[in-house]
C-alpha cells in the first residue's frame, strides 16, 4: 500500500478560510459533527451526507451540472490537503466522489481512494504508467484509463483489479459510463465501447486523423456519442460506433457538452466556444473567449459557463452573453450545483450566483486546480501534487 501524506494547512501559505463577498470579516467554518449535518452524533455520516460526483464533469452529458444538488456554504474552509505522487509532471486527473471516497490518480500511474472525511489512503492500486484520466464510478466499480495504453476496472471496496483492456495507444482520456458499457477514447483516435462487467469489446471505431494528435473524453447522448479532437469534432452511433457525422474543421480540444439542443465545444489558439446541431454538426454560433487555451464549459437548462480572458461568462442558447464575473483571469472548467456555480481562478475557489454572476464567497487554495466534484458537504479539487477538500 502507497499511504498518502496529509499536509499541515499553514504550509500552503493559505488562509483556509472563505472570505464572504461583501463582508469585512472572515467565517471560519465548523468542523464536521458541529454544524447538524456531518457525524454519527447528529444522525447521519460523512458517507451517507457527502453525495456523488461520480465522473468527469458529473454525467454522461459532461454536462458539469447537477441541477437537484447544493454545495458548500459560506462557512467553508480548508478542511484537509493531501500531498499525492510526483510534485511535477502529476497529470491533469480531477477527483470524484462517491459515497465517502474520493478517487483520483496521479502522475506516477498509482490510482488512489481516499476516505473524504480526512483523506487518509484507503486503498491504492497501480498502472503502468501516468494517469491523466478522471475516473468513472458506476455500481460497484471504478473505471479509468491510464496513458499505459490501457482501461482499469478496480472494485470500489477493496481495489481488487476486475478487468483490464488493453488499447493500442494511451487513454488519457475519461471514460464515460452508461447502460452498462464503458466508452472510452485512445491518442490515436480510436473510441472503444467497452462491456463494463467484463471488460470486452463491443466495438471499436477509428476517425481519421488529419494530423491529430488529442481525443477528448466522449460525450455520450441518447443515441449518439460525441468526440472532440484536434481536427473537429464528431459524432458517433452509440450502437455501432458508425460515424453520423463531422463538423468542419476546428480545433475542438475541449470536452464536448450535451444540451438539451445543441453540443457545445471549446478550441484554442485562439480560445472559442461553439454550438452545433445535435443532429447534423452544423454550427449555430460561436463566440470569441479572448484566451489562447479555452476550458471546456459547464451547461444547465441552455446556458454555458465558461472562462474567459477575465473571468467567467454566462452564454444564453442563441450565443449572447447572459453576465460576466470578473475574476481578473480566466476561469477553470467549471461546476453547476443548484442556483451556484462553483469555479476556479488563480489559485482561488469561487461561488457565484447563478442568475447574475455576483460572488458569494470565495476561498484562496493554491495555485491551479482541474475540473471540480462538488457534493453537499465539500468541493474537492486537485492543484499538481495535491487534492484538497473545502467545506463546511
Known amino acids: 500500500m502507497v499511504s498518502s501524506r496529509r499536509i499541515v494547512l499553514r504550509s500552503l501559505g493559505v488562509g483556509g478560510v472563505a472570505t464572504v463577498a461583501g463582508c469585512s470579516s472572515l467565517r471560519r467554518g465548523r468542523s464536521p459533527g458541529e454544524n447538524g449535518r456531518d457525524g454519527e452524533e447528529n444522525g447521519g455520516t460523512v458517507a451517507s451526507l457527502e453525495g456523488v460526483w461520480p465522473s468527469y464533469q458529473f454525467d454522461r452529458r459532461n454536462s458539469g451540472y447537477d441541477p437537484d444538488g447544493t454545495g458548500p456554504g459560506e462557512e467553508s474552509s480548508l478542511i484537509w490537503s493531501v500531498e ?20 483520483v490518480g496521479v502522475g506516477d500511474g498509482t490510482f488512489y481512494a481516499l476516505d473524504a472525511a480526512d483523506g487518509e489512503t484507503r486503498w491504492t492500486a497501480s498502472t503502468n504508467r501516468w494517469i491523466n484520466s478522471t475516473a468513472a464510478v458506476s455500481g460497484s466499480t471504478v473505471f479509468v484509463g491510464s496513458d499505459d495504453a490501457t482501461c482499469y476496472a478496480f472494485d470500489r471496496e477493496t481495489g481488487d483489479e476486475r478487468w483490464s483492456t488493453a488499447t493500442e495507444f494511451e487513454v488519457s482520456a475519461s471514460p ?14 480510436s473510441i472503444y465501447a467497452l462491456e463494463a462487467s467484463t471488460g470486452d469489446q463491443r466495438w471499436q471505431t477509428a476517425v481519421e486523423r488529419e494530423g491529430t494528435y488529442y ?4 460525450a455520450v447522448g441518447d443515441e449518439t456519442i460525441y468526440v472532440g479532437s484536434s481536427d473537429r469534432l464528431y459524432a458517433l452511433e452509440r450502437e455501432d460506433g458508425a460515424i453520423r457525422w463531422r463538423t468542419d474543421r476546428f480545433e475542438a480540444e475541449g470536452e464536448p457538452i450535451v444540451g438539451d439542443d445543441a453540443v457545445y465545444a471549446t478550441s484554442s489558439s485562439p480560445g472559442k466556444l461553439y454550438a452545433v446541431e445535435r443532429a447534423t454538426g452544423d454550427e449555430r454560433w460561436h463566440v470569441d473567449l479572448d484566451v489562447q487555451y479555452a476550458n471546456s464549459p459547464a451547461v444547465a437548462d441552455g446556458t454555458a459557463y465558461v472562462g474567459t480572458g477575465a473571468g467567467l ?13 470578473d475574476l481578473e483571469v480566466a476561469a477553470t472548467t467549471p461546476a453547476v450545483v443548484g442556483d451556484v456555480v462553483y469555479c476556479t481562478a ?6 457565484l450566483d447563478r442568475a447574475d454572476g455576483t460572488e458569494r464567497w470565495h476561498l484562496a487554495f493554491g495555485n491551479r ?22 467545506g463546511e
Open 84 to 103: 499525492l505522487g510526483p510534485a511535477l509532471g502529476n497529470g491533469s486527473a480531477s477527483p470524484v466522489v462517491a459515497d465517502g471516497t474520493v478517487y
Open 215 to 218: 481525443f477528448s473524453s466522449p
Open 176 to 189: 464515460v459510463v452508461d447502460d452498462g458499457t464503458v466508452y472510452v477514447t485512445a491518442t490515436d483516435g
Open 369 to 390: 486546480a482541474t475540473s471540480l466534484a462538488v457534493t453537499p458537504a465539500a468541493v474537492y479539487l486537485k492543484d499538481g501534487a495535491i487534492v484538497h477538500r473545502i
Open 313 to 325: 461568462a454566462a452564454i444564453d442558447r442563441s450565443g449572447s452573453t447572459e453576465w460576466t464575473a
Open 346 to 351: 488563480d489559485g482561488t475557489l469561487y461561488a
